[in-house]
């Protein structure tokens, strides 16, 4: 099996276009046409995972932080990014990243800490916009099916938990076969009118060449007429955070059961408000941008890492915020990729790491 073949696997469930402007997910060492030995997946890729990758005989490590993140001028092993890169290169190890892109999947690393602690009803907390795209083609009426048919497959229609979605008017086409043209109905050099089917579809930005394909090859016309459309919509599967409901219980129950599901020491949290914990909102890694979100929401917990001093403040005495761990926060994100290639390449050494990569202890 090709490293490709993997990484396929990996973008067909978080594509790397849903990654922020300033990650850097993907392949960061190694070539996608060298056959893999095995994955060792990991939360992070320092030189001690690179060398627990060797010792295994995994020539992939899979991880959810990209070891190169603002890029590298030199490369002499004068730091722990340096050190993992060069020793990667000189075990041609391949590493490959996938980040942001994956915590803007609905069912990506929020959703997994929404599923430990038993949030129902989930939903992404701040959806990513201006991702989707809206399709107006024109077809014969006797043609109609195929042409939709063609975009249902390549994508298009898809709208929450329905599929085939489209809407369709009558109207009348009219254009003029010029000189080279090879018209499907009408003469060259005449006006001609043909009763049409304007077909409307919405599809995510990504599939747009899949789409603009689908359309072409399966369009009786020579040329087909086409109009896209960037929307400002959400897309509700894709986005930062998860909310979800939880059956009520009191600040502390609430607590104790953070502490037990990510197993911690110790958790940082804003000053009690008195109130049930029935809403709660959750963002593994640094997300204390999303407080106001959360609150905004109706969230009486927010779950997250890297909260600075006076971001506490800002629960306004309404909402609790629990600071986790960054760490803790994402530990389950290495189980869930994990499964996933698990699933689709049953008989594959797929590994989960000893060493533990968290670089935050605690003196108790």
Known sequence: MKISEIISCL???APREYQEEYDNAGLLTGSPDWECSGVLVALDSPESIVKEAIQ?????????????FGGLKKLTGANYVEQAILTAIRNNVAIYAVHTNLDNQLHGVNGK????????????????????????????KDHADRVRNALFM???????????A?????????????????????????RHAEEEIKIEVIFPGILRPKILSALKENHPYEEPAYDL????????????????????????E?????????????????????RPIGKVAVCGGSGSSFI?????AGADAYISADIKYHHFFDGEGRMLIADIGHFESEQFTIDLLHDLLRQKFRNFAVLKPETLTNPVNYYL
Do not use: M, W
């Not at 989930?122 to 989707?132: G, R, S």
């Not at 400002?232 to 502390?252: A, R």
């Not at 106001?292 to 905004?296: C, D, G, Q, V």
């Open 113 to 140: 800490i929404a599923e430990k602690i038993g949030l129902v009803s989930q939903k992404v907390l701040v959806p990513l916009k201006a991702t989707l795209y809206k399709l107006f083609t024109f077809s014969p």
């Open 56 to 68: 295994k005989i995994c020539n992939l490590i899979v991880a959810h932080h990209p070891i190169i």
């Open 11 to 13: 973008e067909a469930f």
């Open 166 to 190: 489209s809407f369709n008017s009558d109207g009348t086409g009219t254009f003029k076969a010029g000189p080279g043209a090879n018209p499907f109905v009408g003469l060259l050099g005449q």
């Open 154 to 164: 390549a994508g298009a229609g898809h709208i929450g938990n329905y599929t085939e």
């Open 229 to 252: 459309v960037e929307l400002n919509n959400d897309q509700d599967d894709l986005g930062t955070g998860i909310i979800g409901e939880l059956e009520h219980q009191s600040e502390k």
């Open 292 to 296: 106001t979100n959360a609150l905004n």
């Open 254 to 274: 609430f607590l104790s059961l953070l502490k037990k599901t990510f197993n911690l020491q110790v958790i940082r949290h804003s000053p009690l408000t008195g």
